[in-house]
């Protein structure tokens, strides 16, 4: 495949990404009317593994592992199984989910906004070498947008606990750092399906989560059919495919680049939910900032 071809189609997962992601915020949101954020944690991640698992079995996809353009890296050992697990599914959701819960989610945003930052010095420091201007430039115009969008969502939004919110975030930022670079250096030979290289990691680490919710369970918490057929939806039809794309773009595009797009999903996620009538429409400020992430993406794209 030639360079443009490539790019071409680098961009066109790239958006798919992004849209996918949103998507996923706006299903979420609903899902959660129903039921408890340790079900809808479980339950989403859940149908996502049975959906990894399906394709890993596919008989079309077991046997496209043994083409001759196909380079497979080589099975995890338990401990960097356990390491992808636990930072990338386990950690992440739970205190992503802490943060909201006790400092609200303007917070947990605006924190979390910080990893393209965080990810973009954590590449340089094994590379013992500065990552170029235009890198660092479109970076930081890029999160400084997102941070200009989140900024008017904080009045009047912050919850009971906002150290102790703050810190969670921190700590969910940092572990889907370590785990976006982590999986792009164990997985940088592989060329091959994406599913069996990610499915034992969210099986893992769907484990802790299962517990959370089965304990959610016994201690009276309900769940209807409407609510496990969203979740269903919403782990198989939205998930499996973000999931998929995300760690292509991983190893094809590289960590930062891949962090960096998730700055494009809150304005995407405000914008249609004032559409659909869910919320306001962004404020001047929040369409300024928007603009400035856009920019700063264009800027890292086009000199990927």
Known sequence: MNDRSSRARLLAESAALIVLLASTWLIVGASLQGASVAVVSAGRTGFAVLGLAALTWWPASRASTTSEDVTVAPAYRWWQLLLLALTGVTAYTVLSTMAIHLAGPALPTLVLALTPAVVLAAESVPARARPPAIAIAGTGLAVAGAILYVIPRLAGSLGRDVALGALSAAGAMLSMAF??????????????????????????????????????????????????????????????????????????????????????????????????????????????????????????????
């Open 179 to 304: 785990y976006t670079i982590y999986f792009a250096t164990v997985n940088r030979h592989h060329r091959g399906a994406m599913a069996p290289r990610i499915m034992p990691v969210f099986a893992v680490g769907a484990i802790p989560l299962v517990v959370w919710a089965g304990t959610d369970v016994a201690g009276g918490a309900t769940v209807g059919w409407p609510v496990i057929g969203m979740l269903a939806f919403l782990g198989i039809v939205i998930y499996v495919p973000a999931y998929l794309l995300q760690h292509r773009i991983l190893l094809s595009g590289g960590p930062s680049y891949a962090a960096l797009l998730g700055l494009a999903v809150p304005p995407l996620v405000g914008v249609s939910s004032a559409l659909l009538h869910l919320s306001l429409f962004p404020t001047p400020l929040q369409i300024a900032g928007t603009a400035v992430t856009l920019l700063g993406m264009v800027l890292v794209i086009r000199r990927r």
